[in-house]
C-alpha cells in the first residue's frame, strides 16, 4: 500500500488525535522527534535528526516519584507512564540503537518500569534513507539503512509517496486505522546508496583490546572538553544520575542523563575516582561502544550514525578512532606495552 505524500499531514493529524506523534521537526535551528503540530513543517526528508529520538523513550529528565510527609504518615506516589506516543519516521540506525536501550533496560534480570511503560505504549514507524550524510556509516556496522529492523513499521519513499509495510502484528493492527489514507500500490527497487565513509569494523573490538594501554588515547584526550555532547546526541548512550529535590516535607526524586566524559561521573563516596583522568574517561567512552557492550550483550554500542563526529567541539570523531587503531595494529603498535601511556591529570 502507499501513503501518497500530500495525505502525510491527514495521516499525522488523524494519528495525533489518540496518540503524541513524534515526527521530525525543526526547532531553534536543530531537528529532533517533536510533537506534531498541525500546520508545522514535518521533516522527512533529512537524513537524521540532530538529536535522536532516545529521548521520548528514556527522556532527559524524568521524576521517578515524588513524596510527601504529614506527621509520621509518608506517602510515595510512582511515576506511570500511560501516553500511548508513535515515533514516525525513525531512521534504520536509530532503530538499531533502540533495540540496544531494550536490551540494557529490559533484559539480564534488570527492568526499567519507566522505560518499559514508554516502550509498551510506542508504535515506531521507520523511514528508509535515500540520502546519506557525510558523517553517516552505519552499514559499517552492518545496519541496512532501508530496512528499519526493529521497527513495527517501514514506510520506503517511492517519489510522490511511501510505500508502507507492517514488520511486526502491532505494526499491522494500527495499519488498519491508516487504511483511509492509504491507496494501493508496490514497492520500487531500493536505490543503492553512496556513503562516503564505509569502515571495516571486524577487528575494532579485538584491536581496541590490544590497545588499551597506548598512548594514543593519552594524544586523543588532550583535546577532549568533557563537555559530554557526545553521550548527549548518541541514540545509544544510556548512563543517567538519580538526584532529589527537596522543599520541606514534599520532594521528588529524579534521574537526568549522564556522560563516562564528565569528571565526576565515576566519583564515588569519599571522593575516589576510578577514572580520574581525561585519557581514562575517553578511552573508556570509546571502549564501551566497541568493546564492552559486545561482550555483554553481543552488539556494538554503535549505530553509525555520525552525531557525535557532527558535533563535537573538539573535533573527536568515533570514525577515526576506529581507522587509527586499526592502522597501529597494522603497525604493530600493541607491543608498545602498557609504558607507552602516560596520563595527565584533568
Ligand atoms: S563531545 Fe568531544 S569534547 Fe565533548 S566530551 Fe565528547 S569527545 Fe570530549
Ligand atoms: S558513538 Fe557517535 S556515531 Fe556512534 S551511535 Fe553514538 S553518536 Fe552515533
Not at 164 to 190: C, D, M, N, Y
Not at 285 to 301: A, Q, T, V
Given at each position: 500500500?502507499?501513503?501518497?505524500?500530500?495525505?502525510?499531514?491527514?495521516?499525522?493529524?488523524?494519528?495525533?488525535?489518540?496518540?503524541?506523534?513524534?515526527?521530525?521537526?525543526?526547532?531553534?535551528?536543530?531537528?529532533?522527534?517533536?510533537?506534531?503540530?498541525?500546520?508545522?513543517?514535518?521533516?522527512?526528508?533529512?537524513?537524521?535528526?540532530?538529536?535522536?529520538?532516545?529521548?521520548?523513550?528514556?527522556?532527559?529528565?524524568?521524576?521517578?516519584?515524588?513524596?510527601?510527609q504529614l506527621g509520621e504518615d509518608?506517602?510515595?506516589?510512582?511515576?506511570?507512564?500511560?501516553?500511548?506516543?508513535?515515533?514516525?519516521?525513525?531512521?534504520?540506525c536509530d532503530t538499531y540503537s533502540?533495540?540496544?536501550?531494550?536490551?540494557?533496560?529490559?533484559?539480564?534480570?534488570?527492568?526499567?518500569?519507566?522505560?518499559?511503560?514508554?516502550?509498551?505504549?510506542?508504535?515506531?514507524?521507520?523511514?528508509?534513507?535515500?540520502?546519506?550524510?557525510?558523517?553517516?556509516?552505519?552499514?559499517?556496522?552492518?545496519?541496512?539503512?532501508?530496512?528499519?529492523?526493529?521497527?513495527?513499521?517501514?514506510?520506503?519513499?517511492?517519489?510522490?509517496?511511501?510505500?508502507?509495510?507492517?514488520?511486526?502484528?502491532?505494526?499491522?493492527?494500527?495499519?488498519?486505522?491508516?487504511?483511509?489514507?492509504?491507496?494501493?500500490?508496490?514497492?520500487?527497487?531500493?536505490?543503492?546508496?553512496?556513503?562516503?565513509?564505509?569502515?571495516?569494523?571486524?577487528?575494532?573490538?579485538?584491536?581496541?583490546?590490544?590497545?588499551?594501554?597506548?598512548?594514543?588515547?593519552?594524544?586523543?584526550?588532550?583535546?577532549?572538553?568533557?563537555?559530554?555532547?557526545?553521550?548527549?546526541?548518541?541514540?545509544?548512550?544510556?548512563?543517567?544520575?538519580?538526584?532529589?529535590?527537596?522543599?520541606?516535607?514534599?520532594?521528588?526524586?529524579?534521574?537526568?542523563?549522564?556522560?563516562?566524559?564528565?569528571?565526576?561521573?565515576?566519583?564515588?563516596?569519599?571522593?575516589?575516582?576510578?577514572?580520574?583522568?581525561?585519557?581514562?574517561?575517553?578511552?573508556?567512552?570509546?571502549?564501551?561502544?566497541?568493546?564492552?557492550?559486545?561482550?555483554?550483550?553481543?552488539?556494538?554500542?554503535?549505530?553509525?550514525?555520525?552525531?557525535?563526529?557532527?558535533?563535537?567541539?573538539?573535533?573527536?570523531?568515533?570514525?577515526?578512532?576506529?581507522?587509527?587503531?586499526?592502522?597501529?595494529?597494522?603497525?604493530?603498535?600493541?607491543?608498545?606495552?602498557?609504558?607507552?601511556?602516560?596520563?595527565?591529570?584533568?
Amino acid at each position: 500500500m502507499i501513503l501518497k505524500k500530500e495525505r502525510l499531514n491527514d495521516l499525522l493529524e488523524a494519528l495525533a488525535s489518540k496518540a503524541t506523534v513524534y515526527v521530525p521537526r525543526e526547532l531553534d535551528g536543530q531537528t529532533r522527534f517533536a510533537p506534531f503540530a498541525k500546520g508545522s513543517a514535518v521533516e522527512l526528508g533529512k537524513a537524521k535528526t540532530v538529536f535522536s529520538p532516545k529521548e521520548t523513550l528514556f527522556p532527559q529528565t524524568e521524576t521517578l516519584y515524588t513524596y510527601a510527609q504529614l506527621g509520621e504518615d509518608i506517602t510515595l506516589c510512582e511515576t506511570v507512564n500511560t501516553t500511548n506516543q508513535v515515533l514516525f519516521g525513525v531512521r534504520s540506525c536509530d532503530t538499531y540503537s533502540i533495540e540496544r536501550l531494550d536490551e540494557v533496560f529490559l533484559t539480564r534480570t534488570f527492568i526499567d518500569t519507566l522505560y518499559l511503560e514508554r516502550r509498551n505504549n510506542t508504535l515506531i514507524v521507520a523511514l528508509g534513507c535515500t540520502e546519506p550524510d557525510r558523517s553517516c556509516f552505519c552499514t559499517s556496522f552492518g545496519i541496512d539503512p532501508a530496512a528499519g529492523t526493529g521497527a513495527d513499521i517501514q514506510l520506503t519513499d517511492t517519489g510522490d509517496g511511501y510505500f508502507v509495510e507492517a514488520l511486526t502484528g502491532r505494526g499491522t493492527e494500527a495499519l488498519q486505522a491508516w487504511s483511509p489514507f492509504l491507496t494501493e500500490g508496490q514497492k520500487t527497487a531500493a536505490r543503492e546508496l553512496t556513503f562516503s565513509l564505509a569502515l571495516d569494523t571486524s577487528n575494532v573490538k579485538d584491536s581496541l583490546e590490544q590497545l588499551f594501554e597506548h598512548a594514543y588515547w593519552n594524544d586523543l584526550s588532550m583535546k577532549c572538553l568533557g563537555c559530554g555532547t557526545c553521550a548527549f546526541v548518541c541514540p545509544t548512550c544510556h548512563c543517567f544520575d538519580m538526584s532529589q529535590n527537596n522543599k520541606g516535607n514534599t520532594g521528588y526524586r529524579f534521574r537526568t542523563w549522564d556522560s563516562c566524559t564528565f569528571s565526576d561521573y565515576s566519583m564515588m563516596a569519599g571522593f575516589h575516582n576510578p577514572r580520574p583522568t581525561k585519557m581514562r574517561r575517553l578511552r573508556n567512552r570509546f571502549m564501551h561502544k566497541l568493546s564492552f557492550f559486545s561482550d555483554r550483550y553481543g552488539s556494538s554500542l554503535c549505530c553509525g550514525c555520525g552525531r557525535c563526529i557532527e558535533l563535537c567541539p573538539a573535533g573527536i570523531d568515533i570514525s577515526r578512532v576506529i581507522e587509527d587503531t586499526s592502522s597501529l595494529m597494522g603497525a604493530g603498535a600493541e607491543q608498545q606495552g602498557s609504558t607507552a601511556v602516560k596520563e595527565v591529570a584533568s
